[in-house]
């Protein structure tokens, strides 16, 4: 350790540290140390020889701190050394609390909620409010998120990961989508603060509250970014339903700061999601294929599993079509699912339907799954009592279970299932859709899935989304589900 930082520490805190410990500085080259004092108290030592990243870290901790927000205070520094002294936030990263808090069912325990719900609304403080009066010609290496560093971003994918992936892509076709995206992107307001990369591993928790760090890559940009960094942060593998409820507390937060042009919001967030994802695909090719370290790999899984969602959402933002057919390449590829040790959650989504309607459109890219006729079981929607009810009121299931064929008919489903979620996690696949039908999409379509749902919530690796097709057509709302 450089002899700086104990110095440091003794002319903060009035006495030479009693013991250092090394602490693990992920995806970077700074030495990272905590100094520990004999009355208790701890500092984080910082070694680092790149000086314009050490002045931007802590001229933007210092005017964060002054802004109120909860940022490491710096204790003190040698800016011609390169080491800096800052607060102590403790071990906890809200990925490692997600980790220790999570169940086997996938779901966001309250706590965990909590700290990402108040992240997302002091980020809205911290690009809005608190990017104003920044020293921006602090930022490293680069003033502003535009085309240079857009493009840096594009080249990192393509170079690092399409090509020691060995996915085929025309090279002139896939520049020209770059500059496509590139101009869609550059529409988007730009005046406030991009932190860069804004994850779960760089907010820390502690006392139940969020602290946030490593922000010196930040500049200028548009606010979408940074939520998306948060939200398709690769191996934290958010449940998508709770992705939208982050986004709407985000937009009221920054609605409440800035006007937000909603609908545009979505586009440009779109866009962004696509730019964050090929940064992030740029970043575990590098440090995986061409340095091998194999723990970054692990990730990779967890981003295939976005652009999947990304593109069953529907078109990007912009006409992309070389791009699309190289992502399209990478979803499509087993291989790539495989190169981590560890396999991703596999998300079930279980719907009801209306024959009427027809079936359900395919939401997650693969163009399977199952679907199942619930038209042969007994109908509760033939007894005028049920006909404002659904599948997930008490008497219409009590009605249900009072007959074998409901109950054997979902048993039967769930063996047919068992072999196809095995072989699903063990190729690491991240989705499967089982969908039921009925004639209204309101009785017997809505008790199996639901009844599905609750077992397969036990299953070990396994996380499941219920969505019902006609829930906005039922006559009244129905009793909350009885599956949680």
Request: charged share 25%.
């Amino acid at each position: 350790m450089n002899a700086r930082l104990a110095d440091l520490f003794a002319l903060r805190f009035g006495a030479a540290p009693c013991g250092t410990v090394p602490l693990e500085a992920h995806g970077s080259d700074r030495k990272l140390f905590r100094l520990k004092g004999r009355d208790g108290r701890t500092a984080i030592g910082v070694e680092n020889g790149d000086l314009d990243e050490n002045a931007a870290f802590t001229g933007f901790a210092r005017h964060f701190r002054a802004a109120g927000l909860p940022v490491p205070e710096i204790y003190a520094e040698d800016s011609a050394a390169g080491v800096y002294l800052e607060e102590d936030l403790g071990d906890t990263t809200l990925f490692e609390l997600l980790q220790k808090e999570r169940g086997s069912s996938g779901d966001i325990p309250a706590t965990v909620a909590a700290v990402y719900k108040q992240s997302v609304r002091l980020l809205a403080r911290m690009q809005i409010e608190a990017g104003k009066g920044l020293d921006y010609g602090l930022c490293h290496p680069h003033g502003a998120f535009d085309r240079r560093s857009m493009r840096w971003d594009l080249n990192y994918f393509k170079y690092y990961f399409l090509k020691l992936a060995h996915v085929p892509f025309h090279e002139q076709r896939l520049e020209n989508d770059f500059d496509a995206l590139c101009d869609f992107l550059l529409k988007a307001p730009a005046d406030f603060f991009l932190y860069r990369d804004f994850q779960s591993r760089n907010i820390m928790v502690r006392g139940g509250q969020p602290w946030f760090i490593d922000f010196q890559g930040g500049r200028h940009g548009a606010l979408p970014y940074d939520l998306a960094s948060l939200l398709l942060d690769a191996k934290a593998d958010l449940p998508f339903d709770f992705r939208d409820r982050l986004k709407a507390q985000y937009l009221e937060a920054a609605a409440a700061l800035t006007p937000v042009d909603r609908d545009r919001f979505e586009e440009f967030y779109r866009g962004f999601s696509l730019i964050r994802i090929l940064q992030a695909m740029g970043a575990y090719g590098y440090r995986g294929f061409f340095e091998r370290k194999a723990h970054f790999l692990q990730s990779v899984p967890y981003a295939i599993r976005n652009l999947e969602r990304l593109l069953a959402e529907g078109a990007l933002p912009v006409a992309l079509p070389a791009l699309t057919e190289a992502l399209q390449r990478i979803v499509a590829t087993t291989r790539l699912r495989e190169v981590a040790p560890l396999a991703p959650r596999l998300t079930v989504r279980i719907e009801s339907f209306s024959y009427r309607r027809g079936y359900p459109a395919d939401t997650t890219g693969n163009g399977g799954g199952f679907v199942f006729d619930c038209r042969a079981l007994p109908n509760p929607g033939r007894e005028p009592g049920f006909l404002d009810l659904t599948g997930r009121d008490p008497v219409v299931i009590a009605w249900l279970e009072q007959h074998s064929e409901p109950g054997q008919f979902v048993a039967q489903v769930r063996s047919l299932l068992e072999p196809t979620l095995e072989a699903y996690q063990r190729r690491h696949f991240t989705h499967l859709t089982v969908a039921f039908g009925c004639t209204g999409g309101q009785h017997r379509s809505v008790y199996c899935a639901e009844t599905l749902a609750r077992g397969l919530r036990t299953h070990p690796g396994i996380a499941v989304e219920i969505h019902h097709g006609e829930a906005a057509r039922w006559p009244k709302p129905s009793a909350p589900s009885v599956t949680g």
